[in-house]
């Protein structure tokens, strides 16, 4: 089949997150300058470079984790493993202003070293992030679209040492969540390794 998403899909759901997918999950923790917490789960998250490491999430709509990264320039991204399914789930929740998600789903809250937001200790790693860019972006009209992209680059890393094999953070021991389509989730189950082909190597063979 072939639709503009504009026109309509004509399907029971909409595909395209489902097409889009797996996504990392980005479990967005950032602190309001009254001091409150906020946890949150964004499916809209992903890296950006490496050099240097710069993450992003997008927000439908201005949440509070994007207002608040956007006030206090800051933000934590705690990686969901399979084991914490449940309760990052549980932050999805709208609560109202000034309910701790931490609290809410029983997370235990621990302090950053370079960032005023906590982060959530159980989490197999979290990144701590300082906020380089906001962007809102436009249709192809250049009307601005709903959406708030926080970018952040990652000042300080925490790996919980049982995720970490002969000096390798171990994925399939975390087992990283990703979002998919609908109401439906995967965890890392299968790893395969593979080498970029290097052009030289071709030529001599």
């Known amino acids: 089949m072939f639709y503009q998403p504009r026109q309509g899909h ?3 759901h909409d595909p395209f997150k489902a097409i889009v997918a797996p996504r ?5 923790s950032t602190r309001q300058p009254d001091g409150s917490t906020n946890l949150a789960p964004y499916s809209f998250f992903n890296a950006l470079s490496s050099n240097p490491h710069l993450v992003c999430f997008s927000s439908e ?7 608040v990264a956007q006030e206090t320039r800051e933000f934590v991204v705690n990686i969901v493993g399979l084991a914490l399914a449940e309760k990052m789930n549980e932050t999805a929740i709208d609560a109202p202003p000034g309910v701790s998600e931490f609290e809410l789903a029983g997370i235990t809250a621990a302090d950053c070293e370079l960032v005023s937001c906590p982060r959530v200790m159980e989490a197999p790693a979290a990144l701590e992030c300082k906020v380089t860019e906001i962007l809102k972006p436009r249709d192809i009209e250049g009307n601005p679209s709903r959406s708030i992209v926080v970018i952040g680059e990652v000042v300080g890393v925490h790996i919980r040492d049982d995720m970490l094999s002969g000096g390798l953070f171990d994925i399939a021991r975390a087992r990283n969540l990703a979002r998919l389509g609908y109401m439906d989730y995967t965890a890392v189950e299968e790893i395969f390794s593979m080498r970029r082909p290097r052009w030289k190597d071709r030529k001599s063979g």
Request: glycine share 20%; proline share 13%; no cysteine.
């Open 10 to 12: 004509g399907l029971p």
């Open 24 to 28: 990392p999950i980005g479990w967005i």
């Open 61 to 67: 709509g201005e949440k509070d984790s994007a207002r």
